[in-house]
């Protein structure tokens, strides 16, 4: 069973708290995210968060989460010099919320660069600001309403709700 205990630190103890942690035998790097939080009015910003776990015992694997809270447009260093796989999550979380990782070097001299979307897709899929452009200018293929199939003369209708973060009917190609 592996156990988490959170950590909350500041993010200019980011990438010390993370090697602290890896020489203290939290050896394994088992991932890293950022959650969007932007829209908090107290703190707004990115929480990243990375995930590791000190495979000392086995069967009692303990785990640490920690997490630091990111500004809009603000850099987060780097974990590439502490542990190499944080490379492909940087990547990841770079391409999907747009936060850029100081010091990000993944040994091929390139950067940061897309991973998985495909060339030249814009935007920020992972963000609460992006726009579900695919769900906006289509029909989604689900059930049909109340009132909308074979017998919609029979059948009341039921007021139509807006999911978040999809544009009203208006917007799109026409």
Same mark, same amino acid.
């Given at each position: 069973m592996i +156990? #988490? @205990?959170p950590r909350d630190v500041p993010?200019? @103890?980011w990438a010390s708290t993370v090697l602290a942690l890896r020489e203290e035998g939290h050896t394994y790097f088992d991932w890293l995210t950022a959650v969007?939080? +932007?829209d908090r009015d107290d703190a707004p910003g990115f929480d990243v968060v990375c995930h590791l776990i000190d495979p000392g015992t086995p069967g009692s694997a303990t785990g640490v989460l920690v997490r630091t809270r990111v500004p809009v447009d603000r850099a987060v260093p780097s974990l590439t010099p502490v542990f190499a796989g #944080? #490379?492909?999550h940087e990547r990841e979380t770079h391409e999907m919320f747009g936060i850029e990782f100081d010091g990000f070097d993944d040994g091929t001299g390139l950067g940061l660069r897309p991973l998985l979307l495909p060339e030249g897709f814009e935007g920020t899929p992972l963000r609460k600001s992006f726009v579900l452009a695919a769900r906006a200018s289509k029909q989604w293929p689900g059930a049909k309403e109340p009132g909308e199939g074979h017998d919609s003369a029979r059948a009341p209708g039921r007021r139509r709700v807006q999911a978040p973060g999809v544009p009203g009917p208006e917007w799109g190609p026409r």
């Open positions: +156990t #988490a @205990d993010l200019g @103890d969007d939080e +932007t #944080a #490379a492909w």
